[in-house]
């Protein structure tokens, strides 16, 4: 779901509906869509980043690339800023995906 000035781009119609209006078990499935697809992305990031891994290993570059990290920093505190989201907390995100991946490609290599 991508938030434009205000205005919502829903997948279906249950995200387009007023909270308010939705009952404390609607709101908890809603949740719990959401928390799965946060995983898939996961996932799917998890994914390309092993083959960055790969490739890095492959043309014998070094596993920490501290300038690519700060450009992942930097658009994960525009896009919190774009969605009005606290930046701390994405960023928080984004630098325990970052530590984790790095973990993986060190334990592959």
């Given at each position: 779901?991508?938030?434009?000035?205000g205005?919502?781009?829903a997948?279906?119609?249950?995200e387009?509906?007023?909270?308010?209006?939705?009952?404390?078990?609607?709101?908890?499935?809603?949740?719990?869509?959401?928390?799965?697809?946060?995983?898939?992305?996961?996932?799917?990031?998890?994914?390309?980043?092993?083959?960055?891994?790969?490739?890095?290993?492959?043309?014998?570059?070094?596993?920490?690339d501290?300038?690519?990290?700060?450009?992942?920093?930097?658009?994960?505190?525009?896009?919190?800023?774009?969605?009005?989201?606290?930046?701390?907390?994405?960023?928080a995100?984004?630098?325990?995906?970052?530590?984790?991946?790095k973990?993986?490609?060190?334990d592959k290599?």
């Open positions: 779901m991508e938030h434009q000035g205005n919502d781009v997948d279906d119609d249950t387009r509906r007023d909270p308010n209006d939705m009952s404390l078990a609607e709101l908890r499935e809603e949740i719990e869509s959401i928390d799965r697809e946060i995983v898939e992305l996961i996932a799917r990031r998890t994914y390309v980043a092993e083959t960055v891994a790969h490739v890095k290993e492959a043309q014998d570059k070094p596993t920490t501290e300038s690519q990290e700060q450009r992942v920093m930097d658009r994960a505190g525009e896009n919190a800023e774009r969605f009005d989201v606290d930046s701390n907390l994405v960023k995100v984004f630098r325990l995906l970052i530590e984790l991946n973990v993986e490609q060190r290599r």
